[in-house]
């Protein structure tokens, strides 16, 4: 068995845990945690996701749990303003530098914090899994979202699926790419 089939297999009992929905054990910090794996396995990633999804609620009945994919949840947002049509045009015109540049103000994480906290509907749900930041890079950067979500989240947990590296300070997407320091979210498994 791999060093990643070990770590899934810790996944589903730590989401469960009274520790991690109760934010128990944290000293006053904000329950963000991180499961940090190899990009090239993201779709080993993705249907352990849909494993989750579909033993959380056996596991612990009446846990509400809300899976967002930073992917489609950003389409979705883009398509909701009437950007995505306008963007995809101007990519084939222009080119990616465009469309980064052009995309960057309304996708900053204080502007789309609170685009995720309505696709979260935190209210009706005790528990956030994200994913889908592989995908949205470059266009989103994962510290600058984590770091506007604090206030958005409250006392709900959010686990980020996460393909590359975090060692408690760093997040190293990829495994390469080095992103702000984020020091404030836990390995959600060793």
């Known amino acids: 068995m791999s060093n990643l089939d070990d770590r899934l297999n810790m996944v589903l009992d730590r989401l469960v845990s009274d520790d991690l929905i109760s934010g128990r054990g944290l000293g006053n910090e904000i329950g963000f945690y991180i499961f940090d794996y190899p990009a090239e396995d993201e779709l080993a990633i993705r ?3 849909g494993f989750l999804m579909e033993q959380l609620p056996k ?5 509400r749990v809300k ?3 930073l992917f489609d949840m950003v389409l979705d947002h883009l398509a909701d303003r009437k950007l995505l049509d ?4 101007q990519t084939r015109k222009k080119g990616d530098a465009f ?6 103000e309304p996708l900053k994480g204080s502007k789309l914090a609170p685009v995720f906290e309505a696709a979260c509907d935190l209210s009706n749900h005790d528990l956030v899994l994200v994913s889908g930041v592989g995908t949205i890079y470059p266009l989103l950067r994962t510290h600058s979202l984590l770091n506007n979500l604090h206030h958005v989240m409250r006392d709900k947990p959010l686990v980020m699926f996460f393909p590359g590296r975090y060692d408690g300070q760093t997040l190293r ?5 080095k992103d702000d320091n984020y020091y404030r979210a836990f390995k ?3």
């Open 47 to 49: 249907d352990h996701l």
């Open 59 to 63: 596991k612990r009945p009446g846990l």
């Open 67 to 69: 899976h967002i994919n």
């Open 86 to 89: 306008k963007a995809i045009e």
């Open 99 to 104: 469309l980064l540049k052009a995309l960057s």
């Open 173 to 177: 997407l990829f495994g390469t790419l």
């Open 188 to 190: 959600l498994v060793p």
